[in-house]
């Protein structure tokens, strides 16, 4: 990549230790900067669920012996994963073996270090940057809607991104029976499972402002509807950070999501970005959202201080300083 720095991809699923031995593959002067620990432990109900989570400290001890560790802490805990004191203890022993915890903003930095332990000298805190690949090439609202048969009179809510249990979404559906804004409903992406899919839909009933588009969507599909959007709702049970909220964001499209989520980097105070705190309160912030419009040039500094070169820049000094904490010289 232009910084010069080579990036892999772990991308076999070895078993017994996956981690360990899918790093034979790479030069023993490479770093490790992992994302996801929760795909080294297992699905929460399958069969071998128990020895994954045992195992998780061992394979990432074996898979870093000689390697610099880098973990970016996307969330405090994963999401619709029993919160056991064993998977605590994992993320601990994780947080205690890396050379650098990168967050996503101070706040998210001050959780993370409170609920595990974590020096903060350890903490790095870098921006989340903007998904530019989704602004690019945006249709004009005219011609995503004819692609997707939709009016361009209705006003568009949009939920977008997997449809997953944390997302709060249950609880936006009965705000949608209940009080009947007129705006209509739009939820987009893939369920976690075709019965929770189906759960949200018997949930809704005959609804005619609520519109599900519950499978895989491409790229394209998901510009359109970014471009068919009035605001973009999120309800999240639980998040630290999240990339689902960048696109509107960078596109000047009104964000609304609960007061509770502090660590969320969305250059606040910004006047499009709407908290709630209950379902009297959402009704009024969306009331304001629709009336306020999309508005790009609002977001003009926002995606410079979010955009990716910087961002890649700072993950770059942070490798070279751990690398050289370590006597870790050249790695790439």
């Known amino acids: 990549m232009a910084e010069g720095v080579r990036v892999d991809f772990l991308s076999h699923y070895r078993r017994v230790f996956p981690l360990a031995r899918g790093m034979k593959e790479f030069p023993a002067n490479s770093l490790i900067h992992l994302h996801w620990p929760e795909a080294y432990m297992g699905v929460p109900g399958q069969r071998l669920y128990p020895f994954r989570q045992a ?32 998977l605590k203890q994992n993320l601990k022993a994780m947080y205690e073996r890396a050379d650098g915890v990168i967050v996503h903003s101070q ?14 000298n350890k903490m790095r805190v870098i921006r989340h940057g903007e998904v530019s690949e989704l602004i690019e090439n945006l249709p004009t609202r005219e011609n995503a809607a004819e692609s997707l048969g939709r009016s361009t009179e209705e006003p568009v809510c949009l939920m977008f ?46 609804h005619d402002r609520i519109t599900f588009r519950l499978e895989f969507v491409t790229d394209l599909e998901l510009r359109q509807w970014l471009s068919m959007a009035d605001c973009c709702l999120y309800n999240y049970q639980q998040i ?30 910004c006047e499009r970005v709407l908290r709630f705190s209950n379902h009297d309160t959402l009704g009024q912030e969306l009331h304001r959202a629709l009336a306020m419009g999309v508005d790009y040039d609002s977001a003009h500094q926002w995606r410079q201080d979010h955009d990716w070169s910087s961002i890649a820049e700072k993950t770059k000094e942070l490798y070279e300083q751990i690398a050289t904490v370590d006597g870790y010289q050249g790695g790439q």
Not at 68 to 81: R, S
Not at 107 to 120: G, K, P, R, T, V
Not at 176 to 185: A, G, I
């Open 55 to 86: 195992r998780f400290p061992y394979d990432l001890m074996l898979a870093s012996r000689e390697r610099p560790l880098v973990v970016t802490a996307h969330n405090i805990y994963p999401h619709n994963c029993p919160r056991t004191q064993l």
């Open 107 to 120: 706040a998210a930095s001050d959780q993370l270090s409170q609920e595990f332990d974590i020096s903060l």
């Open 161 to 206: 991104g997997a449809v997953s249990p944390y997302k709060g979404i249950e609880g936006v559906l009965e705000f949608w029976k209940v009080h009947q804004p007129e705006c209509r409903l739009v939820i987009v992406g893939k369920p976690d499972s075709i019965e929770y899919g189906d759960a949200l839909r018997k949930l809704t009933g005959e």
């Open 240 to 269: 630290l950070t999240s990339g689902s909220v960048h696109p509107p964001r960078a596109l000047g499209i009104p964000i609304l999501l609960p007061e509770r989520f502090t660590t969320l980097d969305l250059g606040e105070p």
